[in-house]
Structures are given as structure tokens and as C-alpha cells.
């Protein structure tokens, strides 16, 4: 499991997919004070949302493999996608949706334009 530190894990997450720690907090399906409380080292998320924090993890990972700038990644992120019904990426995170994400960064490696 990749948290061994919460803080830097989480802060990578932010940074990599340019999102605040409400959008974590939405695509791990807690509330945001659970997120402050992990980054400080005052709580440890269990089973599911450690399951959870790991699927962001992978999506900031292929953000991050499939663009090459990172204005480029915030671009994408932020913009309105046809293949996510008009929501950009980062409103799909907040409803807590990870996979629709990584889905429709796996289409956009395929060669479609969506």
C-alpha cells in the first residue's frame, strides 16, 4: 500500500491533478476534515479509503503519464469532457468517481478525442 505518509501523499495527489483537498476528500467519499486529519498524522484512513486514496493515486499517476506539462494536465482536469457528460475531470472526482476518470483517461490514450 503506497501510504506510508499520509501528508506527502495526499499533497502529491493535489498538486499532480491541480485539485484542493475537498475534491480528495469527495473522491475518497469522506468528509474534507478527515483529509486535514490525515495530513496532520491525527487520524489513519482505513481499508476501503486507503483503497480508495490508492485509486487517486493511479489516476494522478496516468495524469501525469499521458500529458506532458503540467498546464497541459490542469487544462484537462478542468475542461468540460463530452465523455464525462459535459463534467470536467475534476467535478467527476468530487461526486467520487474515480474510475469514470481513469476511464476516460484510458480513451484518450486510445487515440479518441473526447
Known sequence: MIV???KDTILGITRGLAIDNR?????VAVD????????????????????RLQALLD????VL?????????????H?????????SPADVLLAGRVDRVE????VLDSGMFV
Open 4 to 6: 506510508t505518509d499520509l
Open 23 to 27: 475534491t480528495v476528500a469527495g473522491a
Open 32 to 51: 474534507e476534515s478527515a483529509v486535514k486529519r490525515w495530513i496532520m498524522g491525527a487520524s489513519f484512513p482505513q481499508h476501503e479509503k486507503r483503497e
Open 59 to 62: 489516476v494522478r499517476d496516468h
Open 65 to 77: 503519464d499521458t500529458f506532458d506539462t503540467a498546464e497541459a494536465a490542469y487544462s484537462w482536469m
Open 79 to 87: 475542461a468540460d469532457n463530452r465523455y464525462l457528460s459535459g463534467l
Open 103 to 106: 476511464a476516460a483517461l484510458t
